[in-house]
């Protein structure tokens, strides 16, 4: 299956700065990925899918200015939480598919104080 | 509204045990996954299912797709300790791009 990458694994930041989120699929190029987000004990949530060269789609209550989303290559995609607040404080995962399977990266731990 | 109803949300067996999750919904899916995640980690790809009524064998773990395509299930036969974690499904909607989640099962074997 693809292999997908994160950067960085955890990271703490203060309330109102932004903080950006890189995702990488290492061997295989994906026109599309996709952003979650998760909360402790519950599922995962789809925030955006992003597309190469083109503008991201958010999901509904996704806000587009607070969730940069930057998809500049086939192998990278990022994910800058701006002005963030202690309520962005999750997991936030991408994910890529290639055929009907869905490979998830390992996940960014975004703490804000 | 949640597209992807799976049942149980916890569940805490003895080892040994067998034990079904399900996966329900209204819609027609393309393809479903099952997936496997540790805490603090990403969810890992354990199958795909996408004919109805489609079988799949994971060692002790069969998985069933629905004839419909609009339900699955996760059998576990003889649990283990080392079974336990958070089993989800997720699935494309028929005609959809996107991946959607159900709640989790929150899966606990005891020694």
């Known amino acids: 299956g693809a292999v997908v990458s994160q950067h960085p694994s955890r990271v703490i930041c203060k309330s109102g700065t932004s903080v950006k989120i890189e995702c990488r699929s290492l061997d295989f190029q994906a026109t599309t990925m996709f952003w979650y987000r998760q909360f402790p004990k519950q599922s995962l949530m789809l925030m955006a899918t992003s597309n190469e060269g083109s503008k991201a789609t958010y999901e509904q209550g996704v806000e587009k200015d607070k969730f940069l989303i930057n998809h500049a290559s086939l192998t990278l995609s990022t994910l800058t939480v701006t002005s963030a607040h202690p309520e962005d404080s999750s997991f936030y995962i991408c994910?890529?598919?290639?055929?009907?399977?869905?490979?998830f990266g390992p996940g960014t731990r975004l703490t804000v104080t | 509204t949640q597209l992807l109803e799976q049942s149980p949300q916890f569940l805490s067996i003895q080892e040994g045990e067998n034990l079904t999750v399900y996966c329900n919904s209204s819609s027609v899916f393309s393809s479903l996954q099952w997936y496997r995640q540790e805490p603090g980690e990403g969810p890992v790809l354990l199958v795909t299912?996408?004919?109805?009524?489609e079988v799949k064998k994971l060692k002790r773990l069969t998985f069933q797709f629905g004839d419909a395509r609009k339900d699955s299930s996760l059998h576990i036969t003889a649990a283990q300790t080392g079974d336990t974690g958070l089993y989800l499904c997720a699935g494309v909607i028929q005609g959809a791009q996107k991946l959607v989640f159900g709640q989790g099962t929150r899966l606990t074997i005891n020694p």
């Open positions: 299912v996408v004919t109805g009524g």
């Open positions: 994910s890529v598919r290639s055929g009907h399977e869905q490979y």
